[in-house]
T-cell receptor, first 111, second 113 residues
């Protein structure tokens, strides 16, 4: 595997489910990011991890819970989501604050 | 605060046409500027970048010049192909903003054969 991978690529969940999104980067980077991409809205930065510490949390609801167990892996734990949380969730990584490399995204649908 | 404004899409062109997608920015200091591309069903890929005034970024036939006097970073390609159909995002990164990427809304490009 190369670059940034994300699993699953598609996820459908009910509002009472708990699920997790996984991101793995094979680039040796030390920073990882979660973004939310919704139609007709700017890309929304959700969380930033640098050296496995969360350094940014942009007022994201607590139903989204990130976890960064090491510099190569990033998770986004989801519980009691709302239909408006349906979106493409993108993971990215970078070395410091240089250009970011993105994964293919997870298309999430909340019913 | 810092911001990026892109021309609204969708842009529809015929193959081999000339492409311009306008991007202007507002920022203090000397930001770095980027163009990312998102092909259907994929994540964003860095297309090109420029880190100082008058720099020209280029890749895959695309070019953009960092114009500080007009605060612009317009994306151009002389002859588009069907495979260039994608969404293009302009972004900036500013040391004064902890180098967080500030994004435009994206411009959808459709190229017809």
């Amino acid at each position: 595997e190369t670059g940034v991978t994300q699993t699953p690529r598609h996820l459908v969940m009910g509002m009472t489910n708990k699920k997790s999104l996984k991101c793995e980067q094979h680039l040796g980077h030390n920073a990882m990011y979660w973004y939310k991409q919704s139609a007709k809205k700017p890309l929304e930065l959700m969380f930033v991890y640098s050296l496995e510490e969360r350094v940014e949390n942009n007022s994201v609801p607590s139903r989204f819970s990130p976890e960064c167990p090491n510099s190569s892996h990033l998770f986004l734990h989801l519980h009691t989501l709302q239909p408006e949380d349906s979106a493409l969730y993108l993971c990215a990584s970078s070395q410091g604050r240089t250009e970011q490399f993105f994964g293919p995204g997870t298309r999430l649908t909340v019913l | 605060g810092d911001s990026v404004t892109q021309m609204e899409g969708p842009v529809t062109l015929s193959e081999e046409a000339f492409l311009t997608i306008n991007c202007t920015y507002t920022a203090t200091g000397y930001p770095s500027l980027f163009w990312y591309v998102q092909y259907p069903g994929e994540g964003l890929q860095l297309l090109l970048k420029a880190t100082k005034a008058d720099d020209k970024g280029s890749n895959k036939g695309f070019e953009a010049t960092y114009r500080k006097e007009t605060t612009s970073f317009h994306l151009e390609k002389g002859s588009v192909q069907v495979s260039d159909s994608a969404v293009y995002f302009c972004a900036l990164s500013n040391a004064g903003n902890n180098r967080k990427l500030i994004w435009g809304l994206g411009t959808s490009l459709a190229v017809n054969p």
